[in-house]
C-alpha cells in the first residue's frame, strides 16, 4: 500500500504531496488524516497522509513511523479543506495550514551530541557544556568550527523533530481484583469500580494516603488518560423566567434541531439573545451533543462563559490564550468531552465528537471574514452546519445585508426579538456639527453631547464614546511645501501617533519615527491633520478634568489582559468615560446612560461598496450599549446628517431597502457576485500587462462578465474584480490559465470577499 503525504505542512515552499511506501508493519494502522515521519531528501519531516491506495508509480521510499496514534484530520475537516481548494480558490497547502491549529505544528531542532570532549575547541567547548544540547540559531557563525568537529568526530549533528505542544495525560485510579482488608479501604475499593481522577476521589471524601496505600498493597491500579481541561458547570445561578419572545424563538429552533436550517436570530441590542442560546444548548446537552458558539473576542467570550457555565460544560478557543490551552480545549471538543465550545472566527474548524448546533453571535462582524479576504467565515459555518446536518444560527441586532436579503427570499427562517428584556427606553440624537461651527463651538464635543455626559457623571454615571480612528491624526502635512509621509513598502498614507512619536501604515503595519522636521523640504512647519482616537481621549481629559477616563483601541490593548480588563473595570464602574474604536461597539453588556458617537464622516466615504453597511452597523451597536438596564441616549455628531444611512437609523427597514436598491444598480452582491484576482509580478508593468492581457481575454470569452480595473493595488501588485451572476466556469478557466502564469513567475490570487473597491 502506498499513501499521499502532504509533507510539512507549515512550509509553504512546498506546495504538494508526495508517495510514500506503507511498510507492511504498519497497514492497517496508518490512517488518513494521521500524521507520519518521512525521509524527504537528506531530512526527516513530519507530513499528513492525505490518501491511502494502492498503486504508486512515484513512491520510491518509505514512511518511518507514525507520528500520531489516531487522525487529526477527520472526514469532515477533508471536506472543509477540499471546499477550500474549489470554493475559495486556496491553494491546498494554504488549506490544510487555515485548517490544522498552530497547536499542532512541529518545529525541527539540530541536536549536537558530544561524543569527545577532549577534540572540543573554542568557541564550541563553551558553548557545548552538557553533552546534549539543542543548536541555537546564535550559533550559525560558528558553522566551520561545528563542520570541523563533526569530521573530527568529536561531535554529532542529529534532526529532532520538536512538537510545539502535546497532549496532556493525567492518571486514574481503577480497582484491581485483588480485595484489601478494612472496611474503610473496602468502600474506597468498591468506589473506585470505574477509573477516577484523584481530585474526584477527594471530593467524595477519601484520603490521599489511603488511596497509595492501595495501590502499594495491589488493590488499586493506575492508568493515564487524556486529560480533559474545561469549565464545569457551577450550578450557582436559577434559570431565568423567558420573555415571551425568547420562548417562541427557543421553540421555533427546537423544532428543527435535528436537520440542516439556517436561522436568522434578528434581536434588537439587550432583546436577550444569549438567554436563547443557553436554552438551545441545554436542550442539545441532554440529547449528548454538543454546540459551538462565535463571537468575536477575549472580553465576549468570557462573558459568554459566565452565562452559560452555570448550566453547561463549557470549553474556549481564544487566539489570544497559550498553544497548550487552545491544545486542550480542542480535544475537549474534538472528545466530545464537552457541551459547548465558545470560540472566535479563528478557531470554526475546531472539529467535533457530536456537534448538534453552530450559533455565528454578532453574525455582521467583519471578523468573519479572514484577513486575506479568502475565507468567509460565515460560508464555513453553513458547510459545516449542511456537513453535520444541523441548525444555523446567525445573532444579530444589525444582520448583514446578504443575510438580510437570504431572509427575504425565504433562503433561511427569520426570528426576532423586537423587545428589549427590561423595556426601558432609548433616545437618538444627530447633531450636525455644521451648525455646532456656526454657533461658535469649535471643540470636537457638541453642546448636546458635553451636556449629556456632564449631567451622566453628575450622577455618578458613565459614557461611552466611540471613535473608531486610530493614532492621534489620520495624517501629518507640511505646511510649507504639502508633503504627506507616505508609506515606503505600499505607499498608503501614514497614521500618525502622538504617544509614541510614530507614524504607522494603517494597511501594512509598517512604521517609522516621527520628526517635526519635513522630509520633503526641511521646514519646521509639519502639522497633525485630522483627528484620531488619542486626540479625542487629551481633548475629554482637558474638557472632564475630574474623570478617570479610559481608552481603548489597537495601541491600548497590545498587550494581553488589558482590553478584558478595562472591559471589567468600566462595568465595575471604576472608569467613568471609556473611549474606544469598534472594539467597544459590540455585544458588552454594559449598563450606561450616555452614548458619543464621533468621527463617522469619513468611514461613509471609506472606498468599499460595505461602507455604508460597516457604518450603519457600527452605529447601531454602538447605540445599543446605551439603554440596557436604564434609559439611555445616544448622540450621533456627524457633518452629513442627510446621508441616508444616519437618516435610516431609526427605520431599519428604510435602511435595508435603499441599500439592497443601491447595490442592484451598481451590481454589488448580494445581486452579483465579485472576484479579485490578484497578481503580483517581479515588477509593476509586468503584473500590469498579465492583468491587461487576462482582462481582454476574459471580456471576449465571457460577455457577461464585468470586469474592472486593472487597477494597482499594492506593491508590484495589479487588480482586476470581476462582478458576475455565476462565477463556476470562470473558476475553471482561471485554473487552467494559472500554470501559464506560473511559468511567467507571476504569482495570481484569487479574493472572494474582497470588499475594496
Ligand atoms: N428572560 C430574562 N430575564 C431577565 N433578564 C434577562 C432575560 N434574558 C436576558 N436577560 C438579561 O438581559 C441582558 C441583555 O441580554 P443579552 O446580553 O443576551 O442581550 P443581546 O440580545 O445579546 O444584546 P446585544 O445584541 O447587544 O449583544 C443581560 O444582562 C441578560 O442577563
Ligand atoms: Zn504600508
Known amino acids: 500500500m502506498f499513501a499521499e503525504v502532504m509533507v510539512d505542512l507549515k512550509t509553504k515552499e512546498i506546495q504538494s504531496s508526495y508517495d510514500y511506501i506503507i511498510p507492511s508493519d504498519l497497514e492497517g494502522f496508518l490512517k488518513l488524516g494521521m500524521r507520519v515521519v518521512v525521509p524527504f531528501g537528506n531530512m526527516t519531516r513530519v507530513g499528513l497522509i492525505t490518501k491511502i491506495k494502492s498503486e504508486s508509480l512515484a513512491a520510491t521510499k518509505a514512511i518511518i513511523e507514525p507520528f500520531d496514534m489516531e487522525p487529526i484530520v477527520d472526514k469532515e475537516l477533508f471536506h472543509l479543506i477540499n471546499y477550500l481548494e474549489e470554493e475559495a480558490m486556496i491553494p491546498s497547502v494554504l488549506a490544510y495550514h487555515k485548517v490544522i491549529p498552530d497547536a499542532l505544528s512541529v518545529e525541527y531542532q539540530k541536536v549536537i551530541r558530544v561524543m569527545k570532549r577532549d577534540g572540543l575547541k573554542e568557541p564550541l567547548k563553551s558553548l557545548l557544556i552538557d553533552d546534549v544540547v539543542v543548536f541555537k540559531k546564535t550559533w550559525r557563525k560558528y ?10 568526530g568529536s561531535i554529532e549533528i542529529d534532526e529532532a523533530i520538536d512538537q510545539k505542544r502535546s497532549i496532556q495525560t493525567e492518571n486514574y485510579y481503577l480497582k484491581t481484583t485483588k480485595v484489601p482488608q478494612t472496611q474503610k479501604q473496602q468502600a474506597l475499593w468498591l468506589y473506585l469500580n470505574e477509573p477516577k481522577r484523584i481530585e474526584d476521589i477527594l471530593d467524595s471524601g477519601y484520603s490521599k494516603q489511603m488511596v497509595q496505600t492501595l495501590v502499594k498493597m495491589g488493590s488499586i491500579s493506575i492508568q493515564k488518560q487524556e486529560k480533559m481541561v474545561v469549565f464545569k458547570p457551577t450550578y450557582a445561578e436559577d434559570s431565568k423566567a423567558l420573555t415571551r419572545e425568547q420562548k417562541e424563538a ?14 436568522l436570530l434578528k434581536g434588537v441590542s439587550a432583546s436577550g439573545k444569549t438567554e436563547v442560546f443557553l436554552q438551545l444548548c441545554m436542550e442539545l446537552s441532554k440529547k449528548r451533543k454538543q454546540a459551538m458558539i462565535i463571537t468575536l473576542d477575549t472580553a465576549l467570550i468570557e462573558q459568554l462563559r459566565l452565562y452559560l457555565n452555570p448550566f453547561l460544560s463549557v470549553a474556549v478557543i481564544d487566539p489570544e490564550d497559550t498553544l497548550q490551552s487552545r491544545l486542550d480545549s480542542y480535544r475537549a471538543a474534538q472528545t ?11 478557531g470554526i474548524f475546531t472539529p467535533f465528537k457530536s456537534l448538534g448546533i453552530i450559533i455565528a453571535d454578532e453574525a455582521q462582524d467583519p471578523s468573519y471574514i479572514d484577513y486575506a479576504k479568502t475565507i468567509h467565515g460565515l460560508d464555513m459555518l453553513q458547510e459545516r452546519a449542511r456537513y453535520n446536518n444541523i441548525p444555523l444560527v446567525y445573532a444579530s441586532a444589525t444582520p448583514p445585508v446578504q443575510l438580510y436579503y437570504d431572509a427575504t427570499l425565504g433562503k433561511l427562517r427569520l426570528i426576532e426579538l423586537n423587545e428589549k428584556v427590561y423595556q426601558t427606553k432609548d433616545q437618538l440624537q444627530i447633531v450636525d456639527m455644521k451648525k455646532e461651527l456656526e454657533n461658535g463651538n469649535l471643540s470636537m464635543l457638541s453642546k448636546p453631547l458635553y451636556d449629556a455626559i456632564n ?39 501614514l497614521t500618525y501617533f502622538e504617544n509614541k512619536r510614530r507614524l504607522k501604515c494603517p494597511h501594512c503595519g509598517y512604521q517609522m519615527k516621527y520628526e517635526p522636521k519635513c522630509m520633503a523640504c526641511g521646514s519646521d512647519k509639519v502639522r497633525p491633520v485630522g483627528m484620531g482616537i488619542e486626540q479625542v481621549e487629551v481633548q475629554m481629559k482637558r474638557t472632564f478634568p475630574l474623570a478617570k477616563i479610559a481608552r481603548l483601541d489597537s495601541e491600548t490593548t497590545s498587550k494581553k489582559g488589558v482590553y478584558q480588563a478595562t472591559i471589567n473595570a468600566f462595568k465595575a464602574k471604576k472608569i467613568d468615560i471609556l473611549i474606544g474604536t469598534q472594539m467597544i461597539s459590540k455585544g458588552h453588556d454594559f449598563d450606561i446612560p450616555v452614548v458619543g458617537i464621533l468621527l463617522i464622516d469619513s468611514m461613509l466615504k471609506a472606498p468599499s461598496y460595505l461602507a455604508n453597511e460597516r457604518c450603519y452597523q457600527l452605529i447601531k451597536q454602538t447605540m445599543g450599549r446605551a439603554g440596557r438596564k436604564q434609559a439611555g441616549v445616544s448622540i450621533v455628531q456627524t457633518y452629513q446628517t442627510d446621508h441616508f444611512v444616519l437618516k435610516s437609523l431609526e427605520d431599519e427597514i428604510g435602511f435595508y431597502e435603499q441599500e439592497l436598491n443601491r447595490r442592484q444598480i451598481a451590481h454589488y452582491p448580494p445581486y452579483y457576485q465579485l472576484l479579485s484576482i490578484v497578481f503580483k509580478g517581479n515588477s509593476l508593468d509586468q503584473a500590469e500587462r498579465a492583468a491587461t492581457k487576462l482582462k481582454q481575454q476574459i471580456i471576449s470569452r465571457y460577455s457577461q462578465y464585468e470586469v474592472v480595473g486593472p487597477s494597482e493595488s499594492d506593491i508590484k501588485t495589479f487588480k482586476l474584480m470581476i462582478k458576475t451572476g455565476k462565477r463556476q466556469d470562470l473558476k475553471h478557466w482561471i485554473q487552467s490559465i494559472k500554470q501559464y502564469y506560473d511559468k511567467e513567475n507571476l504569482s495570481v490570487r484569487f479574493y472572494r470577499y474582497d470588499d475594496i473597491v
Open 143 to 152: 558553522s566551520s568550527a561545528f563542520q570541523k568537529a563533526v569530521s573530527s
Open 250 to 263: 427557543v421553540l421555533a429552533i427546537k423544532e428543527s434541531l435535528l436537520k440542516y436550517e439556517r436561522f
Open 336 to 346: 466530545g468531552y464537552v457541551d459547548v465550545l465558545i470560540t472566535t472566527p479563528s
Open 455 to 493: 449631567r451622566s457623571l453628575k450622577d455618578n454615571k458613565q459614557a461611552l464614546i466611540l471613535a473608531n480612528r486610530n493614532g492621534f491624526a489620520p495624517y501629518v502635512l507640511c505646511r510649507s511645501c504639502g508633503h504627506v509621509p507616505t508609506c515606503e513598502r505600499c505607499d498608503t498614507t
